[in-house]
């Protein structure tokens, strides 16, 4: 009997071992090669060091899908790892479209915990009602997109999470961001900050829209900008959902 051949596209959430749904703490057991971005596999590395691991550093995610699904044709159980969810900002849609190509070779994505769910539960409960998730990296999608997103986003009235607020390229953008909806959102919005999301060295932070926009944060940091009901509650950012006037 052929052997199944097959891709796990895995989220491991934000790093520790205490983050992987079970389906996906499987899905790398049963696997032969772990492939993944240098950082992301050195984090599930501790904990399954007797498996076959191949990796590529940023900007080269399309060769890490190619080589994951060529490994796979030739007979390999491949576990693709992601941080956070697969399908969110992850390798999730391009394996799915590369896999066109590899008509044999079955494609199975395992969710995980991503960041905005995550840093979310550290900061209290930012995102009980409607939210919007936006990237600030301009790597993929014009800047002016972002702005686009970023005003649309706060003239609805949206809580919104920030992935990529920073970078070494991007200093400003955060700033930036701020200014764009403060266009539609006043000054004193109650936000929060998480940085290293479940990794050592974890720490949070709520403040206003004004602050944060003077705030220097690093691309390891998640970003939460709540609505005009968002307010602090006993150290924690709370966005009403509206229970208590049913």
């Keep these: 009997m052929q052997e199944e051949k097959m891709v796990s596209v895995i989220g491991i959430g934000p790093g520790g071992k205490q983050w992987l749904t079970q389906e996906a703490e499987e899905a790398i057991r049963r696997s032969d090669l772990v492939v993944g971005y240098t950082v992301y596999v050195e984090l599930v590395r501790a904990y399954f060091p007797e498996k076959e691991y191949l990796t590529t550093p940023m900007k080269q995610e399309a060769k890490r ?15 693709m790892v992601c ?50 998730v936006i990237s600030l990296s301009d790597l993929l999608t014009p800047k002016e997109k972002i702005e686009k997103r970023l005003k649309a986003a706060a003239l609805a009235d949206f809580v919104i999470c920030l992935y990529n607020p920073s970078s070494k390229k991007r200093k400003d953008y955060l700033a930036w961001a701020c200014g764009c909806m403060m266009e539609y959102k006043k000054k004193e919005t109650v936000c929060g900050i998480v940085r290293n999301i479940g990794r050592e060295g974890q720490e949070s932070k709520i403040l206003t829209l004004e602050e944060l926009q003077h705030t220097q944060v690093d691309m390891f940091s998640t970003v939460f900008v709540g609505n005009e009901e968002t307010r602090e509650i006993d150290g924690k950012m709370v966005t009403p959902r509206g229970y208590r006037n049913v």
């Excluded at 899908?65 to 576990?79: F, I, P, S, T, Y």
């Excluded at 079955?106 to 840093?119: K, M, N, Q, V, W």
């Design 65 to 79: 899908c190619e080589m994951a699904l060529a490994e796979a044709n030739e007979g390999k159980q491949v576990a």
């Design 83 to 132: 941080s956070g969810d697969a399908g969110v900002y992850g390798m999730a849609g391009l394996m799915l479209e590369l896999g066109t190509s590899y008509p044999d070779v079955e494609i199975r994505i395992c969710p995980g915990i991503t960041a905005a769910l995550a840093g979310g539960a550290v900061l209290g409960a930012p995102l009980t009602h409607d939210f919007a």
